[in-house]
């Protein structure tokens, strides 16, 4: 079973709208979390957004929070005004338990911002 | 503050040919991962280190080999490639420990082996 699944492969957004890009995720772990990160052409992988299971908060960064539903296990990240830099790969990511320390990525969605 | 850095940036092999990945991490941060990402699909974890010892090994063959120095900077080597390891190689380095964040990625080492 996939344990990060992001089902939308590409999404559109018009310039200064908010966009939803979805994450539900798999794990037995009651210690885990949740990372978005964004890919730019580039390559790079520049961290966006944090979620700890146990946080009772939805994680907020400026512009980017994520909307956490621990009991859908679903991890979605909202982006408010979107903006044409913001045109990349975003993916979900997850870190299970307290001494794995690996990523488990899903397989990304290409989000473009429209003028 | 530099942040990862990665080298070479792109490197064209032969297959059958090994090759030699570097990365140095964010100055104090002393664990080092590195992952493979194909074109079109999330990374996949292949090796954590973390004060120079192995703590985690991703699901590779055991071509791919790894080792982190004194100075906290990592090799990733690949032996008799196959052009099925044509991919983006990331390094990632943390503070360790049970940091919640700090996951930081480097631009990547873009490898074709033709």
């Known amino acids: 079973a996939q344990k990060i699944t992001q089902t939308q492969p590409g999404m559109f957004v018009q310039e200064k709208e908010a966009v939803t890009l979805d994450c539900t995720y798999d794990?037995?772990?009651?210690?885990?979390?949740l990372f978005w990160y964004k890919q730019p052409s580039s390559g790079e992988m520049i961290f966006l957004i944090y979620?700890?299971?146990?946080?009772?908060q939805n994680a907020t960064e400026g512009r980017y929070s994520l909307n956490f539903q621990k009991a859908r296990k679903s991890a979605n990240l909202v982006i408010s005004a979107s903006q044409l830099g913001d045109s990349a790969m975003y993916f979900c990511?997850?870190?299970?338990?307290?001494?794995?320390?690996?990523?488990?990525f899903g397989s990304g969605t290409r989000l473009q911002v429209q003028p | 503050d530099a942040g990862v850095t990665q080298s070479p940036t792109h490197l064209i092999k032969t297959r059958g040919q090994h090759v030699t990945l570097r990365c140095s991490p964010i100055?104090?941060?002393?664990?080092v991962s590195w992952y493979q990402q194909v074109l079109g699909q999330g990374p996949q974890f292949i090796f954590q280190?973390?004060?120079?010892?192995?703590?985690g090994r991703g699901n590779f063959p055991d071509r791919f080999s790894a080792r982190q120095f004194p100075n906290y900077s990592s090799e990733l080597n690949v032996n008799a490639l196959l052009l099925g390891d044509s991919a983006l190689y990331l390094c990632?380095?943390?503070?360790?420990?049970?940091?919640?964040?700090?996951?930081?990625f480097g631009s990547g080492t873009r490898l074709t082996v033709v």
């Open positions: 794990t037995s772990d009651q210690s885990y979390g």
């Open positions: 979620q700890g299971s146990y946080d009772e």
């Open positions: 990632a380095s943390s503070a360790g420990g049970f940091s919640n964040y700090g996951y930081t």
């Open positions: 990511a997850m870190r299970e338990g307290t001494g794995r320390r690996a990523l488990t």
């Open positions: 100055s104090g941060h002393k664990s």
């Open positions: 280190y973390y004060e120079k010892e192995e703590r």
